[in-house]
């Protein structure tokens, strides 16, 4: 007879058996979603993640079979949000731990816009597989929406050169380097701050998400300067076990934005051009992204003139706590 699953919190120690789960999930659902332990130690490190109380693994001997986390920001305007996600083993599919585990995320997160801000109303959001009808539909048993829909997309780079281009005004793309470091992070907050589920980005986090992680490749990230005034940024990352899965090195393009003063300039496209060169250069083998379908600044059609095709799509669900 087998034992009953044991639920507890999930520990940095735990990062290899998440990527196991995190392998086993990609191969049967096809999510072109590749993690190393490495990568996930690093996640589990989340400054705003208090592990002990905002995840918990359910646990067959030492096969991790589920998980599910729940990371609520310090900080909120006019919407307290909480970002939410979890997976089952396909294999333990079909036993009722999926409904479990979404139920545990709906409490805890509801626990947080309690404790932090119970003044302002509050969400829980996450990200779902289009093609994953069944999880869709457990999270839509659970009282969550779809909203928004969101593309993955890739570029081969193995063609002609791209060609460089430039902005209007007189602004100059030069390199990322750490001395714009907050000066970009505060360009990132002001560029995205009318864009649907932005928050403003804390230090903390800026560094933990982007250029503190191992990840983060400044040599294929850009600044759009005026003067000395950032107007726009690209930032990149390479993930090595995306390479050691696929056999190609992909450059991911994390973030990219113009602060609003500048847009109509060519800020956008210079940039992407920049980026898409050097990569070519350092033997990157495409490009990938994800974008907003409704991105108000026109990104998705940007993308698909330079090239970018739609791999997988991603809709995101919305629960009013």
Not at 57 to 78: I, N, Q, R
Not at 99 to 104: A, G, H, Q, S
Not at 233 to 238: A, G, K
Not at 292 to 308: C, K, P
Request: negative net charge.
């Amino acid at each position: 007879m087998n034992a009953t699953p044991a639920w507890r919190p999930l520990v940095l120690d735990d990062a290899p058996a998440l990527a196991d789960l995190f392998a086993a999930v990609e191969a049967a659902d096809g999510t072109d979603e590749h993690y190393d332990a490495d990568d996930l130690t690093e996640e589990l490190g989340d400054p705003h993640l208090e592990l002990t109380r905002d995840s918990v693994g359910v646990w067959s001997g030492g096969e991790l079979l589920g998980y599910a986390k729940a990371t609520a920001l310090p900080h909120a305007t006019d919407l307290h949000r909480v970002y939410v996600e979890g997976a089952v083993r396909p294999d333990a599919r079909g036993r009722g731990m999926g409904t479990d585990l979404v139920n545990w995320l709906v409490t805890r997160a509801t626990q947080q816009h309690r404790e932090r801000f119970p003044d302002l109303p509050s969400e829980a959001h996450i990200q779902l597989h289009a093609p994953n009808t069944a999880q869709r539909d457990l999270y839509r048993q659970a009282g969550f929406e779809e909203r928004r829909w969101f593309f993955d997309m890739r570029r081969p780079l193995d063609g002609d050169p791209v060609p460089a281009t430039t902005p209007a005004g007189g602004l100059r793309v030069v390199p990322f380097t750490a001395a714009y470091d907050d000066a970009t992070r505060l360009a990132h907050n002001e560029a995205f701050l009318d864009h649907w589920g932005h928050i403003p980005t804390t230090p903390d986090r800026w560094r933990h998400q982007s250029t503190g992680a191992r990840s983060f490749r400044p040599d294929a990230s850009f600044l759009a300067l005026d003067g000395n005034e950032v107007a726009g940024y690209l930032m990149s990352h390479e993930y090595d076990s995306e390479t050691a899965m696929s056999g190609i090195r992909e450059c991911w393009i994390d973030r990219l934005g113009t602060r609003p003063a500048w847009r109509g300039t060519g800020v956008a496209t210079a940039l992407l051009t920049a980026c898409l060169r050097a990569v070519q250069e350092q033997g990157c083998g495409r490009a990938g992204l994800n974008v907003d379908s409704a991105n108000a600044t026109g990104a998705l059609g940007l993308y698909e003139r330079w090239g970018f095709r739609t791999r997988h799509t991603w809709i995101g669900y919305v629960r009013p706590l």
